[in-house]
């Protein structure tokens, strides 16, 4: 025991940076640091005549440059003694191995080595001073190769001591940083390389603990040899096998009481910290869980195994007699008191007889209740609000090397004492007043028997049987409904550590790590865990709530909702996501890392992936106007990897009762898919697409790029209006968790923001508009309409196809290409297969019929005699009913006697059959002395070709090398011919490193090395037998032409709910490039024949312009800052990257200039815009690098193309207009539509027939609220066939009012009742006049009456109903008087003040 608590105590690690922590895992690398000898004057002569005993030694540490943290443990070497300095040149020698592992694989962690220098002061005392440091680069962008990692390096050392790392000026890279004063001729002699001998006891090793080789670590052999480094080839110790049997806990006084105390604690802290009384009824005990692992002092061995305890009597109420009364007689020792029983045995396979070695036992209890409960006492896990968990107490037991079996009791530990989760404990009683024998049973026992024997104690493990009923009672408070229990939908429920999948897994924690059922993946109240529950899983009670009542329960807790996370998932009609064995999928947090295993991926038995997206609801904003528009129906456009663009059916929103809110307090509605006449009630709510990919679908090589696709890209998604066809906003998805990383299923809830932009005429655009923390260009608003509630799921399925052996793949990650293997000739026919070549050396003979399409047309009889090839089978049926002909015209010749003539048509038939024959072989014959020269000329070709097929996306250039060889004994000039304009040689010896130190390329570089002719193919020099490396570069701008948006037609739904698979790819074509390589005598002697497969790219911004037709778009989009700080002056020094731009559509302008450091930088756009209303999409990628090699911004531009209409008004007056409308070839039931009905009015108002080849007038009345310059869109929809029969661009220019009086009042804010007033207004014609009110803020006044008549010069009192405003503040409403022709006569001001 005090070897465990004297290393515990020992190697307590600081924790990574929390944000470090959030970035997605990756494998963890080990390394060996080989600290040498340190070179230079760096200990002062003052120094040795102040100290004695002057000694120096090494301190390393790792640091996170990025958030300035150190984290880990530092770790010192051995004092090394400090000789005189009349030793020219000093050198202190080290040579100490240091061993570590990490994931956090970033060039910005490092290893920080202080050199520090102690003796004794003329009193005795010890004295440490620090003599510099230095910055040991673990990851650097450019990783070096196995055989120069191996050479020893020197690593400078700087002034100072490594806190002044902590300094906020000290930014990366830190090196070069003015206040970095460097140590002349001072270094220190390293070796740091990786070592992979460290990863077999990765389970001994916490991550980023620095350890020497020459420490002893508990679970390894000691080293043999005369250094005695254990780490450099470790060996892992035997291990043991101990099983536990009868394991009970023991609480102070009583469980009852141990219990009451600590909910009513809970309770009295719930208030104290949020000042919100909790009723006690409220919180509720869910589960008793006890984790149990093997612990060496240096961290856990294997994760600890999670199993559910029970209190003795629920166990005692559902065994035999038998053993209740064995229960009973093992906790006599608790006078009478309560325990709680685990009723399965423990395995402990990773024991070893070390004196490090223990066992820890950790109690937990999980609560419901409200959020914030845990506060910072709950475990590492991150459970949701709904659940919260707290550890109560801990053990630890460290077995007798020389046991064999036994029985233990050991004192429970808690309070603040140090323990191996590093997490605060419930508190132990007070042991002022007690004496030493009671302070060990004070804060509680745990006893168990053990044994080396799997035969041991089996009495304990037969016959456990137990009912679900026992294990899902959690506590003896009283049931509370499902509703007030359930987690919020934004994270599912976890558990602290890795479940096993052994007997010790009860149903209660397996409600909680995964709930089976309709609730696949739901949080605790998509489960009923009252002792009155469902007796199976997933089937609901007669006390099921109904759609709106369910939706509300599950929307209630949650950031975001769980519509399958209430029991009344199925009432509602959401369907349950199932993996291939019929079991819910495993719910996913949106908001944890993913740890992306690519191998994982590559290894997963489930190669097929059936994607699904669930859309659930669409909820809208509370604080949204209530005049503002609310579309009916909406549906959704998108596109998902190399599927062809997606235009989903039109789904009704049916809202529901105010208990369909969310968290945020937005109304909820569900998204139903309508019938042909609009209506709802058919089908049931959400709407789901499946995609399935396969290997059959996808290409050789390209599941990799699937993969990455998921891990990277982020899925777009287009909400619109399904009446007025207008663009209601835009959501975005991350897709990595899509990852299955070897699970069979999984599912994850997101809840979107849908977000609008609106651009003012001629404003500068930002390509961060809508990021967090950046500047809103003026003219630019982004408004969030919505919520969209969308569920995406990635099933994995056994593909049924047979996947291509990994050996037939193309190298699709080779950077360097050879022609080695070209140099054989297959054999076989001159005539090309059109299949691919077998493994085996063996060519099947075939028809030459069958192979040659041109000697086919010549041939007589290769129609009737050919049994073989791709028509042979469609032939079949024809030779069987020729058979059947034969045989009847047969038995007729024989019943007329006509036997003698029917052996002589036969020999006629056989002769010209003969001479076909002949011809055929004659035309054979002379097609091959005419083809023989062509196709032997074609077989030598191919023995000198080298096929290859690369993966590209749009802009990013892929980089690889030919490895070019001179065949012959003579010296060859070398002509490189392309027949691709995207294939190009590199010709710079700058990009060429640039590339190869990006791909990590080691082949050698020439300076110069291509023959340059102006327009003409470049040339090398090639000596006799030569090989030289020819770089490429492969880089496409272009997508080709857009594949067609299907018609909403197309997906059909399936049972109301789940639409055709769109399984059909999209058009991304695969290209070809050819490579020929000619010799001084023009004969070729090398091909390279390329296969450029496309593959989908990631869109980091999407801007949708809508733009007047026929005319010139000409945007700035503003990029963000590159490197400058908030805050910073403008203008400050330092280097920029450069910045190019490209577009795929050759017909747009596009373009950056150079500007001075510290200003902003614009991409300027110009594009032409068709007619109306057609739109134009393309893709801009932004590069800052000068060989424009991979992009680090990628947009896609929508151009929609409108009829443009100016008007110019004045806010609060009525303008009218008119547009005309042409009818189309038929009759059509239309209406129109309109961005800001508020402001905007049309005549007719509602639908009207349109006749065909007809004119027609649309009046439209426009009224604008505020001042300035924006657009209002108009469209003009068919309301049968849901088309866009015309669309309008308003641009209206507004211009205030004279205000010709100002009031002030001042009003409570609040619920209050508002206010009345009343102001007056004096008619300054001699006639009557009348008169309409009209204001800018309906919403805080309301006038008396809305139009009055008023004599010549007479007075009229206007009556004004100001309404109450939550918020305190300042508001200017604008009263406008208009006369009978709606022209403004006078605008009064209304300066509102709320306190």
């Given at each position: 025991m005090?070897?465990?608590?004297?290393?515990?105590?020992?190697?307590?690690?600081?924790?990574?940076?929390?944000?470090?922590?959030?970035?997605?895992?990756?494998?963890?690398?080990?390394?060996?640091?080989?600290?040498?000898?340190?070179?230079?004057?760096?200990?002062?002569?003052?120094?040795?005549?102040?100290?004695?005993?002057?000694?120096?030694?090494?301190?390393?540490?790792?640091?996170?440059?990025?958030?300035?943290?150190?984290?880990?443990?530092?770790?010192?070497?051995?004092?090394?003694?400090?000789?005189?300095?009349?030793?020219?040149?000093?050198?202190?020698?080290?040579?100490?191995?240091?061993?570590?592992?990490?994931?956090?694989?970033?060039?910005?962690?490092?290893?920080?080595?202080?050199?520090?220098?102690e003796?004794?002061?003329?009193?005795?005392?010890?004295?440490?001073?620090s003599?510099?440091?230095?910055?040991?680069?673990?990851?650097?962008?450019?990783?070096?190769?196995?055989?120069?990692?191996?050479?020893?390096?020197?690593?400078?050392?700087?002034?100072?001591?490594?806190?002044?790392?902590?300094?906020?000026?000290?930014?990366?890279?830190?090196?070069?940083n003015?206040?970095?004063?460097?140590?002349?001729?001072?270094?220190?002699?390293?070796?740091?390389?990786?070592?992979?001998?460290?990863?077999?006891?990765?389970?001994?090793?916490?991550?980023?603990?620095?350890?020497?080789?020459?420490?002893?670590?508990?679970?390894?052999?000691?080293?043999?040899?005369?250094?005695?480094?254990?780490?450099?080839?470790?060996?892992?110790?035997?291990?043991?096998?101990?099983?536990?049997?009868?394991?009970?806990?023991?609480?102070?006084?009583?469980?009852?009481?141990?219990?009451?105390?600590?909910?009513?604690?809970?309770?009295?802290d719930?208030?104290?910290?949020?000042?919100?009384?909790?009723?006690?009824?409220?919180?509720?005990?869910?589960?008793?869980?006890?984790?149990?692992?093997?612990?060496?002092?240096?961290?856990?061995?294997?994760?600890?195994?999670?199993?559910?305890?029970?209190?003795?009597?629920?166990?005692?109420?559902?065994?035999?007699?038998?053993?209740?009364?064995?229960?009973?007689?093992?906790?006599?020792?608790?006078?009478?008191?309560?325990?709680?029983?685990?009723?399965?045995?423990?395995?402990?396979?990773?024991?070893?007889?070390?004196?490090?070695?223990?066992?820890?036992?950790?109690?937990?209890?999980?609560?419901?209740?409200?959020?914030?409960?845990?506060?910072?006492?709950?475990?590492?896990?991150?459970?949701?609000?709904?659940?919260?968990?707290?550890?109560?107490?801990?053990?630890?037991?460290?077995?007798?090397?020389e046991?064999?079996?036994?029985?233990?009791i050991?004192?429970?530990?808690?309070?603040?004492?140090?323990?191996?989760?590093?997490?605060?404990?419930?508190?132990?009683?007070?042991?002022?007043?007690?004496?030493?024998?009671?302070?060990?049973?004070?804060?509680?026992?745990?006893?168990?028997q053990?044994?080396?024997?799997?035969?041991?104690?089996?009495?304990?493990?037969?016959?456990?049987?137990?009912?679900?009923?026992?294990?899902?009672?959690?506590?003896?408070?009283?049931?509370?409904?499902?509703?007030?229990?359930?987690?919020?939908?934004?994270?599912?429920?976890?558990?602290?550590?890795?479940?096993?999948?052994?007997?010790?897994?009860?149903?209660?924690?397996?409600?909680?790590?995964?709930?089976?059922?309709?609730?696949a993946?739901?949080?605790?109240?998509?489960?009923?865990?009252?002792?009155?529950?469902?007796?199976?899983?997933?089937?609901?009670?007669?006390?099921?709530?109904?759609?709106?009542?369910?939706?509300?329960?599950?929307?209630?807790?949650?950031?975001?909702?769980?519509?399958?996370?209430?029991?009344?998932?199925?009432?509602?009609?959401?369907?349950?996501?199932?993996?291939?064995?019929?079991?819910?999928?495993?719910?996913?947090?949106?908001?944890?890392?993913?740890?992306?295993?690519?191998?994982?991926?590559?290894?997963?038995?489930?190669?097929?992936?059936?994607?699904?997206?669930?859309?659930?609801?669409?909820?809208?904003?509370?604080?949204?106007?209530?005049?503002?528009?609310?579309?009916?129906?909406?549906?959704?456009?998108?596109?998902?990897?190399r599927?062809?663009?997606?235009?989903?059916?039109?789904?009704?929103?049916?809202?529901l009762?105010?208990?369909?809110?969310?968290?945020?307090?937005?109304?909820?509605?569900?998204?139903?898919?309508?019938?042909?006449?609009?209506?709802?009630?058919?089908?049931?709510?959400?709407?789901?697409?499946?995609?399935?990919?396969?290997?059959?679908?996808?290409?050789?090589?390209?599941?990799?790029?699937?993969?990455?696709?998921?891990?990277?890209?982020?899925?777009?998604?287009?909400?619109?209006?399904?009446?007025?066809l207008?663009?209601?906003?835009?959501?975005?998805?991350?897709?990595?968790?899509?990852?299955?990383?070897?699970?069979?299923a999984?599912?994850?809830?997101?809840?979107?923001?849908?977000?609008?932009?609106?651009?003012e005429?001629?404003?500068?655009?930002?390509?961060?508009?809508?990021?967090?923390?950046?500047?809103?260009?003026?003219?630019?608003?982004?408004?969030?309409?919505?919520?969209?509630?969308?569920?995406?799921?990635?099933?994995?399925?056994?593909?049924?196809?047979?996947?291509?052996?990994?050996?037939?793949?193309?190298?699709?990650?080779?950077?360097?290409?050879?022609?080695?293997?070209?140099?054989?000739?297959?054999?076989?026919?001159?005539?090309?297969?059109?299949?691919?070549?077998?493994?085996?050396?063996?060519?099947?003979?075939?028809?030459?019929?069958?192979?040659?399409?041109?000697?086919?047309?010549?041939?007589f009889?290769?129609?009737?005699?050919?049994?073989?090839?791709?028509?042979?089978?469609?032939?079949?049926?024809?030779?069987?009913?020729?058979?059947?002909?034969?045989?009847?015209?047969?038995?007729?010749?024989?019943?007329?006697?006509?036997?003698?003539?029917c052996?002589?048509?036969?020999?006629?038939?056989?002769?010209?059959i003969?001479?076909?024959?002949?011809?055929?072989?004659?035309?054979?014959?002379?097609?091959?002395?005419?083809?023989?020269?062509?196709?032997?000329?074609?077989?030598l070709?191919?023995?000198?070709?080298?096929?290859?097929?690369i993966?590209?996306?749009?802009?990013?250039?892929?980089?690889?090398?030919?490895?070019?060889?001179?065949?012959?004994n003579?010296?060859?000039?070398?002509?490189?011919?392309?027949?691709?304009?995207?294939?190009?040689?590199?010709?710079?010896?700058?990009?060429?490193?640039?590339?190869?130190?990006?791909?990590?390329?080691?082949?050698?570089?020439e300076?110069?090395?291509?023959?340059?002719?102006?327009s003409?193919?470049?040339?090398?020099?090639?000596?006799?037998?030569?090989?030289?490396?020819?770089?490429?570069?492969?880089?496409?701008?272009?997508?080709?032409?857009?594949?067609?948006?299907?018609?909403?037609?197309?997906?059909?739904?399936?049972?109301?709910?789940?639409?055709?698979?769109?399984?059909?790819?999209?058009?991304?074509?695969?290209?070809?490039?050819?490579?020929?390589?000619?010799?001084?005598?023009?004969?070729?002697?090398?091909?390279?024949?390329?296969?450029?497969?496309?593959?989908?790219?990631?869109?980091?911004?999407?801007?949708?312009?809508?733009?007047?037709?026929?005319?010139?778009?000409?945007?700035?989009?503003?990029?963000?800052?590159?490197?400058?700080?908030?805050?910073?002056?403008?203008?400050?020094?330092?280097?920029?990257?450069?910045?190019?731009?490209?577009?795929?559509?050759?017909?747009?302008?596009?373009?950056?200039?150079?500007?001075?450091?510290?200003?902003?930088?614009?991409?300027?756009?110009?594009?032409?815009?068709?007619p109306?209303?057609?739109?134009?999409?393309?893709?801009?990628?932004v590069?800052?690098?000068?060989?424009?090699?991979?992009?680090?911004?990628?947009?896609?531009?929508?151009l929609?193309?409108?009829?443009?209409?100016?008007?110019?008004?004045?806010?609060?007056?009525?303008?009218?207009?008119?547009?005309?409308?042409?009818?189309?070839?038929?009759?059509?039931?239309?209406?129109?539509f309109?961005?800001?009905?508020?402001?905007?009015?049309?005549?007719?108002?509602?639908?009207?027939?349109?006749?065909?080849?007809?004119?027609?007038?649309?009046?439209?009345?426009?009224?604008?609220?505020?001042?300035?310059?924006?657009?209002?869109?108009?469209?003009?929809?068919?309301?049968?066939y849901h088309?866009?029969?015309?669309?309008?661009?308003?641009?209206?220019?507004?211009?205030?009012?004279?205000?010709?009086?100002?009031?002030?009042?001042?009003?409570?804010?609040?619920?209050?009742?508002?206010?009345?007033?009343?102001?007056?207004?004096?008619?300054?014609?001699p006639?009557?006049?009348?008169?309409?009110?009209?204001?800018?803020?309906?919403?805080?006044?309301?006038?008396?009456?809305?139009?009055?008549q008023?004599?010549?010069?007479?007075?009229?009192?206007?009556?004004?109903?100001?309404?109450p405003?939550?918020?305190?503040?300042?508001?200017?409403?604008?009263?406008?008087?208009?006369?009978?022709?709606?022209?403004?006569?006078?605008?009064?001001?209304?300066?509102?003040?709320?306190?």
């Open positions: 005090n070897d465990w608590l004297r290393i515990l105590d020992q190697n307590v690690l600081v924790p990574p940076h929390p944000q470090r922590a959030r970035q997605p895992l990756k494998e963890s690398t080990a390394f060996q640091c080989v600290l040498k000898c340190l070179d230079g004057p760096l200990i002062k002569q003052g120094m040795l005549e102040v100290l004695s005993e002057v000694g120096c030694h090494l301190r390393v540490s790792l640091f996170d440059v990025t958030y300035r943290h150190f984290f880990g443990r530092t770790w010192k070497t051995a004092v090394r003694p400090v000789e005189q300095l009349s030793r020219q040149p000093s050198r202190i020698i080290f040579d100490e191995p240091v061993y570590f592992h990490t994931s956090l694989n970033h060039p910005n962690v490092v290893a920080v080595v202080e050199v520090v220098t003796g004794r002061k003329r009193d005795g005392s010890l004295q440490a001073l003599c510099g440091f230095g910055i040991l680069r673990i990851f650097g962008n450019k990783l070096e190769s196995p055989t120069s990692a191996s050479q020893d390096k020197r690593l400078r050392l700087y002034h100072g001591t490594p806190r002044a790392l902590l300094h906020p000026r000290l930014q990366d890279p830190v090196e070069q003015r206040h970095m004063t460097l140590l002349e001729s001072c270094g220190l002699q390293y070796a740091l390389r990786p070592h992979p001998p460290l990863e077999p006891v990765f389970h001994l090793l916490p991550e980023n603990l620095l350890v020497s080789g020459l420490q002893h670590i508990p679970g390894l052999l000691p080293a043999h040899g005369d250094k005695g480094d254990a780490l450099r080839k470790p060996h892992l110790q035997k291990s043991v096998t101990w099983y536990l049997d009868d394991l009970f806990f023991t609480l102070y006084p009583s469980l009852e009481k141990f219990e009451e105390e600590l909910l009513e604690l809970l309770i009295s719930h208030f104290r910290e949020g000042g919100v009384p909790l009723d006690g009824s409220a919180l509720e005990i869910l589960e008793r869980r006890l984790c149990v692992g093997v612990h060496n002092g240096l961290g856990f061995v294997q994760r600890p195994q999670v199993m559910v305890l029970v209190p003795e009597m629920d166990v005692a109420l559902t065994r035999s007699a038998s053993f209740s009364r064995k229960v009973g007689s093992s906790s006599k020792a608790s006078s009478g008191s309560q325990a709680l029983v685990l009723r399965s045995r423990l395995r402990l396979p990773e024991m070893a007889r070390h004196p490090a070695f223990a066992v820890v036992f950790q109690l937990e209890y999980v609560f419901n209740g409200p959020s914030g409960l845990d506060g910072k006492a709950a475990s590492v896990t991150s459970l949701s609000s709904g659940a919260c968990m707290h550890m109560v107490r801990w053990a630890v037991w460290n077995p007798l090397l046991a064999g079996s036994g029985k233990v050991l004192p429970l530990q808690g309070g603040i004492r140090p323990n191996p989760s590093h997490c605060l404990v419930y508190k132990v009683p007070p042991a002022s007043m007690s004496s030493e024998e009671v302070k060990q049973v004070e804060s509680g026992t745990i006893q168990f053990y044994s080396l024997s799997p035969e041991g104690h089996l009495d304990t493990a037969t016959g456990l049987v137990h009912s679900p009923e026992a294990e899902r009672q959690p506590s003896r408070r009283p049931p509370t409904s499902p509703a007030t229990v359930a987690l919020p939908a934004g994270g599912s429920p976890t558990v602290p550590h890795s479940v096993p999948l052994g007997d010790t897994v009860f149903p209660a924690t397996r409600q909680l790590c995964a709930p089976p059922g309709p609730g993946g739901a949080p605790l109240g998509g489960q009923d865990l009252s002792p009155g529950g469902p007796a199976e899983p997933g089937v609901l009670g007669p006390g099921s709530l109904r759609c709106g009542s369910a939706a509300g329960a599950a929307f209630h807790a949650g950031a975001c909702p769980d519509c399958r996370g209430s029991p009344g998932q199925e009432a509602s009609g959401f369907p349950e996501i199932l993996d291939a064995n019929k079991q819910p999928a495993e719910a996913v947090n949106p908001t944890d890392p993913v740890k992306f295993n690519p191998q994982k991926e590559e290894s997963d038995c489930l190669q097929s992936n059936e994607i699904v997206l669930q859309f659930l609801a669409f909820s809208r904003v509370s604080q949204d106007c209530q005049g503002a528009p609310w579309p009916k129906t909406v549906y959704f456009t998108f596109q998902f990897y599927f062809p663009p997606v235009t989903t059916p039109r789904l009704q929103l049916v809202g009762d105010e208990t369909g809110r969310t968290r945020s307090g937005s109304l909820l509605y569900l998204l139903v898919l309508t019938d042909k006449d609009d209506s709802s009630e058919a089908g049931p709510p959400g709407f789901q697409l499946k995609y399935l990919v396969e290997p059959g679908f996808l290409k050789p090589g390209e599941q990799r790029w699937f993969t990455h696709y998921l891990a990277a890209q982020t899925l777009q998604i287009d909400v619109w209006d399904g009446d007025s207008l663009l209601v906003g835009s959501a975005a998805v991350q897709m990595k968790q899509l990852l299955r990383q070897g699970r069979p999984v599912q994850v809830l997101h809840e979107l923001e849908v977000v609008a932009t609106e651009y005429q001629d404003v500068v655009v930002s390509a961060d508009v809508t990021r967090f923390g950046c500047v809103k260009p003026i003219g630019v608003y982004t408004v969030v309409k919505g919520w969209l509630h969308l569920t995406l799921a990635n099933v994995g399925h056994v593909c049924e196809q047979r996947v291509r052996n990994s050996g037939s793949l193309p190298p699709s990650r080779s950077r360097v290409i050879s022609n080695d293997g070209a140099s054989h000739f297959e054999g076989g026919s001159l005539l090309t297969r059109g299949g691919l070549r077998p493994l085996k050396n063996v060519v099947q003979a075939q028809k030459l019929a069958d192979v040659d399409r041109e000697l086919a047309a010549m041939l009889t290769h129609t009737q005699h050919r049994s073989k090839g791709p028509q042979g089978i469609g032939h079949e049926g024809d030779a069987v009913r020729r058979r059947k002909l034969e045989r009847m015209r047969s038995v007729r010749l024989q019943e007329s006697g006509g036997e003698l003539s052996w002589g048509a036969s020999m006629l038939a056989q002769q010209s003969r001479a076909q024959h002949a011809r055929d072989l004659q035309v054979i014959a002379a097609y091959r002395e005419r083809t023989k020269v062509e196709s032997i000329t074609s077989a070709s191919l023995a000198i070709t080298t096929k290859h097929t993966h590209v996306t749009l802009g990013t250039a892929e980089f690889f090398e030919f490895a070019l060889r001179n065949p012959h003579m010296q060859h000039t070398v002509t490189i011919e392309v027949d691709n304009p995207e294939l190009s040689i590199i010709q710079d010896s700058r990009e060429w490193r640039y590339f190869k130190d990006a791909a990590k390329l080691h082949t050698p570089v300076e110069d090395m291509f023959r340059l002719r102006g003409l193919a470049p040339q090398i020099f090639l000596r006799p037998r030569e090989t030289t490396h020819i770089p490429f570069r492969y880089q496409t701008f272009s997508v080709g032409q857009p594949a067609l948006v299907q018609a909403s037609a197309e997906l059909r739904s399936e049972k109301g709910m789940d639409a055709r698979s769109p399984q059909k790819s999209s058009a991304m074509p695969t290209k070809h490039a050819k490579v020929l390589f000619r010799g001084s005598g023009g004969k070729p002697i090398a091909v390279l024949c390329l296969t450029v497969e496309t593959q989908p790219h990631v869109v980091d911004q999407v801007f949708r312009f809508y733009h007047p037709e026929l005319t010139f778009l000409k945007k700035a989009i503003r990029l963000p800052p590159w490197h400058t700080l908030p805050g910073a002056p403008v203008g400050r020094p330092g280097e920029e990257p450069p910045v190019h731009v490209r577009c795929s559509d050759p017909n747009v302008i596009c373009e950056t200039q150079n500007v001075g450091l510290g200003e902003p930088r614009d991409v300027f756009l110009k594009v032409a815009s068709g109306s209303p057609e739109s134009k999409d393309f893709f801009v990628t590069y800052a690098d000068n060989w424009l090699a991979t992009p680090v911004q990628i947009w896609q531009v929508h929609h193309s409108l009829q443009r209409v100016d008007v110019s008004c004045v806010t609060g007056q009525q303008t009218r207009l008119s547009l005309v409308l042409r009818g189309t070839q038929t009759v059509r039931r239309v209406q129109a309109t961005s800001h009905p508020q402001e905007l009015k049309t005549d007719p108002k509602g639908v009207f027939v349109l006749p065909p080849h007809g004119v027609q007038d649309l009046h439209v009345a426009v009224r604008p609220q505020r001042a300035g310059s924006r657009f209002i869109h108009l469209n003009l929809v068919d309301v049968d088309q866009l029969v015309a669309s309008w661009l308003v641009c209206l220019s507004c211009r205030p009012p004279l205000i010709s009086k100002a009031f002030e009042i001042t009003l409570a804010a609040g619920a209050g009742k508002g206010a009345n007033k009343r102001i007056t207004y004096t008619n300054p014609y006639s009557q006049r009348t008169y309409h009110l009209h204001s800018d803020h309906p919403d805080l006044l309301q006038f008396r009456e809305d139009c009055f008023v004599r010549g010069g007479e007075t009229y009192t206007i009556g004004l109903r100001f309404a405003r939550q918020s305190a503040g300042e508001e200017e409403i604008l009263i406008y008087i208009n006369d009978h022709e709606d022209k403004n006569e006078e605008a009064f001001c209304v300066k509102v003040t709320y306190q």
